[in-house]
């Protein structure tokens, strides 16, 4: 089989490894808007849809679009209060993504540490 792209390869490889859930998480913070809405609830708690689309020039039709990618990933959830729909970060779609960030970091550490102590042993040889 010939290949013109092995990144496509390689990222179809890693991409199975992930969590489809996570990917979704990473998906919906990943966009900028999605990001800056993420930010002002965790800044200043909940809003609504009309609030969080004040804070940017794109319409109110685009901001929902967003809150919906945010809540197909489970950071934020909508719940009805009489007339609104109040948009809440949800803490565990955070945390998810937060503990497989300290994952990744802490075996990062953990292969840091391995060289300081090649290292450390090649020195004493010397």
Sequence with gaps: MLTFNHLVDYLADVSLTLDPAMTATFHALGDPVRSAIVE?????????VNELAALFPISLQAVSKHIKVLEAAGVVSQRREGRHRP?????????????WLRSRLDELEAR????????????NEE
């Design 112 to 123: 840091y540490e391995r060289l300081d102590d090649l290292l450390a042993e090649e020195r």
């Design 40 to 48: 002002r609830l965790a800044d200043r708690g909940d809003a609504t």
């Design 87 to 99: 948009v809440r970060l949800e803490r565990r779609g955070v945390e998810s993504a937060t503990s």
